[in-house]
């Protein structure tokens, strides 16, 4: 797999790195997963409210600029700073000129593949979102964002493996919940039961020839049988995972909707990210890097650097996009985010330095798109963090827990997010059923409380349970209010275990 997919940048921080290999298959197994089962394939009907999505994350590593990936062509102080890296106005001659999305933001030419996407309502741009820690380091921002505690040095779990040990699996049957397509399991996985890393989902197996690989598998198996555990557990996974994902035909993959991804092994990693979900096979999250994005120098927002990265990422997820969406579309959410943005300011070498504010991008069906979501804080003096780059008004925090807790019914934010009570920016649709006062997809007794809270203290109820609306889920007798009266409707739910509470 090419450096591209990893990220081999520009600056110190980056060269001074080795390339850290990891042992792909047994070694990068997760130890959570040393308790396989194995069953055929089972196809879940998808149900709006309680079904859970699949996550794809996508890690733009390096720092993506994100004042070039979405466009504050309303500001007159981004023009003034960036006399060669600005993106022209929509109503400019130039045929660089940016597409207006809002009458402020807008996309560069290399990212308008994803208008279809926008204009369905299916893409959501958050600018100016990022970390509340300043760093400045790629690794150490990174790091404090994949495990979602920033300043946070002891934590080595990351938000993702935090939420997936925290849940119960999508298909108990399944021996694999997520993958990481990458030479290692990266920080956001870490912790993540029965996860794997694997940097080519078509070129995973035991190496040799193709009529020699059932005697392979049959070796392994026997040279394992009788060493103890954890170590026979982890082979026997590994064989599993491989004999799983040889039922998937990743090269004659057939994308819908007329997707085109593009070659390289980001969109190959898309593509078969797509013929992954399409396989049911209990897969919950994959996470995918694109690295390149340290534009110090000859940064190349028209032609050069970053116009080809954007082109790469624009075109794989409108792909995706197509592929997914089309139809009624799968239950999938694809976020991007990157470790911080760039500074304000163009530099002496046609770059950008390392800076702070940044954006995120949110693709799916039950994404509130169609927008870019800002508290817009400026880029005049004044303005700025600490007076060089865009400020962080949005924490990328609150964008993830909503989206673990409404798509992936996870109300365990506690755990996922420790320390941290997020703010519900409204990122996704709502979506729940009446008598879920946890708003974790599900109605039973753990919903008794919940219910009593918000009957008698709603402050509570919101603090308790962020985003969760009472009268959205607690209006049980359908009047269109949250009160006394929907107290025996409920208990009549719950005793009746009719599991929705419609009326």
Not at 117 to 128: C, F, K, M, P, T
Not at 154 to 160: C, D, N, R
Not at 425 to 440: P, Q, S
Request: hydrophobic share 40%.
């Amino acid at each position: 797999m090419s450096d591209n997919i990893r990220g081999a940048c520009g600056c110190p921080e980056y060269r001074e790195l080795s390339r850290r290999h990891f042992l792909a298959g047994a070694g990068g197994i997760s130890l959570a997963a040393l308790a396989p089962a194995w069953l055929p394939r089972v196809a879940m009907a998808q149900d709006e409210c309680t079904d859970r999505d699949v996550l794809v994350l996508i890690f733009l590593r390096g720092a993506a600029d994100g004042l070039t990936l979405c466009v504050p062509h309303g500001e007159n102080a981004y023009y003034a700073a960036r006399p060669t890296l600005a993106i022209p106005r929509p109503d400019d001659p130039s045929p660089n000129r940016a597409t207006d999305l809002d009458g402020f933001f807008g996309l560069p030419p290399a990212m308008t593949p994803l208008l279809p996407a926008y204009q369905s309502g299916h893409l959501l741009i958050a600018h100016a979102t990022g970390s509340t820690d300043a760093s400045r380091s790629h690794f150490e921002a990174q790091r404090y964002m994949e495990v979602g505690d920033p300043g946070n040095d002891a934590l080595f779990t990351g938000w993702l493996g935090r939420h997936l040990l925290s849940s119960a699996p999508m298909n108990p049957a399944s021996i694999l919940r997520a993958i990481a397509i990458s030479y290692g399991v990266q920080q956001s996985l870490v912790s993540a039961p029965h996860t794997i890393p694997i940097p080519d989902l078509d070129a995973f197996g035991l190496s040799g020839a193709a009529g020699t690989a059932a005697a392979r598998s049959a070796a392994i198996a026997d040279m394992y049988a009788g060493v103890p555990d954890p170590l026979r557990a982890v082979a026997q996974t590994t064989q599993q995972t491989i004999d799983l994902l040889n039922t998937i035909d990743f090269a004659g993959y057939a994308p819908a909707g007329g997707a085109l991804y593009p070659t390289g092994t980001f969109g190959t990693a898309l593509r078969s990210t797509a013929a992954l979900i399409k396989a049911e096979v209990g897969v919950e999250a994959v996470a995918i890097d694109l690295g390149g994005w340290d534009t110090h120098n000859n940064q190349g927002v028209f032609t050069g650097t970053m116009s080809g990265l954007m082109d790469q990422l624009s075109r794989g997820l409108a792909a995706l996009h197509a592929d997914l969406f089309s139809g009624n579309g799968r239950n999938v959410t694809v976020v991007v985010q990157s470790e911080f943005g760039r500074r304000l300011a163009e530099n002496g070498s046609f770059g950008s330095d390392h800076g702070h504010g940044n954006v995120m991008l949110l693709l799916g069906k039950h994404i509130a798109g169609g927008r870019v979501l800002s508290n817009w804080p400026g880029l005049s003096p004044g303005q700025l963090f600490e007076n060089r780059d865009l400020e962080v008004t949005i924490d990328f925090r609150d964008i993830l827990a909503e989206i673990v807790q409404g798509r992936l019914r996870n109300a365990d934010l506690a755990t996922v997010f420790p320390g941290y009570a997020p703010t519900i920016r409204g990122v996704t649709n709502a979506c729940f059923r009446r008598g879920d006062l946890n708003c974790d997809g599900q109605v039973n007794n753990f919903d008794i409380d919940p219910f009593v809270l918000a009957i008698t203290s709603p402050e509570a109820h919101a603090v308790a349970y962020p985003g969760c609306d009472p009268v959205a889920t607690g209006d049980v007798n359908g009047d269109g209010l949250f009160n006394n009266f929907d107290i025996d409707p409920f208990t009549d739910c719950l005793v009746n275990g009719t599991g929705d509470c419609n009326p």
